[in-house]
């Protein structure tokens, strides 16, 4: 079955195909994120540094993965920053900024979360596709980020690429996630510029004890 299916094709097609749609999506995503949210976002960090506040990134997941890589640049700007899961997260205060990533805005756990964080008087910032989501009503800023919405239902590869049916060669939550990762590292860039940061600051913070 298997062979039968690849017969005739280039054994890469679809691994190029996926690295072309996922770029497509990355740069046209450019055009529908709201400049005046990400100012917000890096407004908000940079008073979180000059007040000298906690910053916590709270996500579940391939989302907490690459909020871990925010934080870990946060980290390396200078910020007081944790990761919600490490045994080392202090309590939360008035002023504290929380970074919420859920596509869904429906992730329990980053909800559950951002609800004892809005309790407690931190401002909550959620990156989502869906600002009407649970997660997106808490939340104090919204960061609307585009990801893949429905699963086509479609099955047969070469119909999908006909209708232009692209979203099964990214899977999942993949379009969301990538897209967020790449605004959260534009916003380090920008955030360097902000805070008067260079490369040379950032690599004296970068851990010096691994193997």
Do not use: C
């Not at 195909?17 to 709201?34: C, K, P, Q, T, V």
């Not at 870990?72 to 202090?90: C, D, K």
């Not at 534009?186 to 851990?207: P, W, Y």
């Amino acid at each position: 079955m298997l062979r039968r299916q690849w017969l005739g094709r280039d054994w890469v097609q679809v691994f190029r195909e996926s690295y072309a749609a996922i770029s497509r999506f990355i740069m046209n995503a450019l055009d529908r994120i709201s400049d005046n949210e990400i100012k917000q976002l890096v407004d908000t960090l940079v008073n979180a540094y000059n007040d000298g506040k906690k910053v916590l990134v709270i996500g579940a997941g391939r989302s907490g993965l690459v909020g871990r890589a925010f934080a870990m640049r946060l980290m390396h700007l200078g910020f007081n920053v944790y990761v919600l899961g490490e045994t080392i997260v202090p309590a939360l205060h008035p002023g504290d900024v929380v970074i919420a990533i859920s596509g869904s805005g429906r992730t329990k756990l980053v909800v559950t979360a951002a609800e004892v964080a809005k309790s407690v008087g931190a401002t909550v910032v959620s990156l989502t596709t869906f600002p009407e989501s649970p997660l997106g009503k808490l939340s104090d800023l919204i960061v609307q980020i585009p990801g893949r919405t429905k699963v086509s239902s479609e099955d047969d590869y070469n119909v999908r690429q006909l209708i232009g049916i692209y979203e099964p060669l990214a899977p999942l939550g993949t379009l969301f996630e990538i897209t967020t990762m790449v605004i959260l590292d534009s916003v380090v860039s920008e955030l360097m510029m902000r805070l008067g940061k260079t490369e040379e600051d950032l690599k004296k913070r970068h851990a010096n004890i691994e193997i």
